[in-house]
């Protein structure tokens, strides 16, 4: 993995990230270049960690989003929109970017 380094001159680098928080010359300008420590990014098991274990009685199937309408009879506040994952067909929140049951990478462009 690289990354990617700015010298002060405006060279655009990619450095190995074994160099970070080190300091290297620019190849283009010699200029003294301080590599960044890499960002550190959640893994799929930190991210389902996060979600919490999995309930049974929030899965079921239906459209690709799912309003939950409440009857005639009782008045209930609405609930977060649902979307239905593509590879194992369970009803998971709208905001969900991994599913918590089989954990596919289901986020769509305009998710972001």
């Not at 990354?3 to 010699?30: E, W």
């Not at 049951?101 to 289901?106: A, K, L, Q, V």
């Amino acid at each position: 993995m690289s990354i990617q380094v700015t010298c002060p001159n405006g060279h655009v680098l990619r450095v190995k990230s074994c160099f970070a928080g080190k300091i290297g010359l620019c190849p283009v300008c010699k200029t003294r270049v301080l590599v960044p420590e890499p960002d550190h990014a959640l893994s799929e098991d930190d991210i389902i960690s996060v979600l919490g274990p999995h309930d049974p009685s929030l899965s079921g199937t239906g459209s690709t989003i799912v309003a939950n309408r409440p009857s005639d009879h009782t008045v209930a506040s609405p609930s977060p929109p649902k979307k239905i994952c593509t590879k194992c067909n369970r009803e998971i929140s709208a905001g969900t970017h991994i599913c918590p049951f089989c954990r596919t990478y289901i986020a769509n462009l305009h998710d972001w």
